[in-house]
């Protein structure tokens, strides 16, 4: 075990597990984003249900389901650890810098944008998770089988205006993260080059800086707006 603490012990060490917790966190994104999207087929929640429950069911799912949870509290722990080494190592700040001009807002802003997100993902849990699993969910039945009416839950959740706004706003600190972190990862494990950087850049920022953030955003304004009667 000596090669896990000599990792843990070292900067590039934790780097690494931060980009791949990272990286397996944005996999993780595509899955959910599309799950989502169920929200948007206008069955009264039936296929939201189904998804909901195929999920929280099948023991693959669930198995992985239990890296992701890690790896959200690794990648945040190793977060921490580098932000205080790096704080530690130039306890005093230089007298004049202007950052701005050697870094865009979001890489300088990643602690910041980071704890924003964790403290929305323990409120989304606890609205979501938790009531999935130990709340009072409503039944509803298809085709003679019962499933738990999540999407009951997720219409009383978005029927609230500050509800919405919180999850909105979270979406945008999601795609400043990672508009900085997705590039960041793979630099940090060595897959850099001429041929497909470019590539990879691009799917960053117009994929999972822009495309997955907005897509997230726009299933609580839609719920909201259809709660206020704006759209039928």
């Keep these: 075990m000596s090669w896990v603490t000599q990792t843990l012990a070292s900067s590039l060490g934790r780097k690494v597990i931060m980009s791949l917790t990272g990286l397996f966190l944005c996999t993780f994104l595509i899955v959910h ?74 890489s300088r802003n990643m602690g910041i944008l980071g704890t924003i997100l964790l403290i929305f993902i323990v409120l989304h849990m606890r609205t979501f998770w938790y009531e999935m699993h130990f709340g009072s969910v409503p039944m509803a039945e298809y085709d003679g089988k019962e499933y738990k009416d ?17 999850y909105v706003l979270s979406m945008a600190a ?6 900085h972190g997705f590039k960041s990862g793979f630099q940090t494990m060595g897959l850099r080059h001429k041929k497909y950087t470019p ?34």
């Design 150 to 166: 999540l999407y009951k839950t997720v219409v009383a959740a978005f029927s609230q205006w500050w509800y919405v706004a919180i």
């Design 33 to 106: 984003v599309a799950g989502n999207l169920q929200l948007f087929k206008g069955d009264e929640g039936r296929a939201f249900n189904e998804y909901s429950y195929f999920m929280t069911h099948n023991p693959v799912i669930m198995t992985v389901s239990y890296l992701l949870y890690t790896s959200i509290i690794v990648h945040a722990l190793m977060a921490l650890i580098l932000t205080r080494h790096n704080q530690a190592s130039r306890p005093v700040k230089y007298a004049y810098t202007k950052p701005e001009a050697n870094s865009p807002w979001s």
């Design 199 to 232: 590539l990879l850049e691009f799917l960053g920022v117009y994929v999972f800086a822009i495309l997955i953030p907005a897509l997230f955003a726009a299933m609580p304004v839609y719920m909201f707006l259809k709660h206020v009667g704006i759209i039928g």
């Design 174 to 179: 999601l795609g400043f993260h990672l508009v």
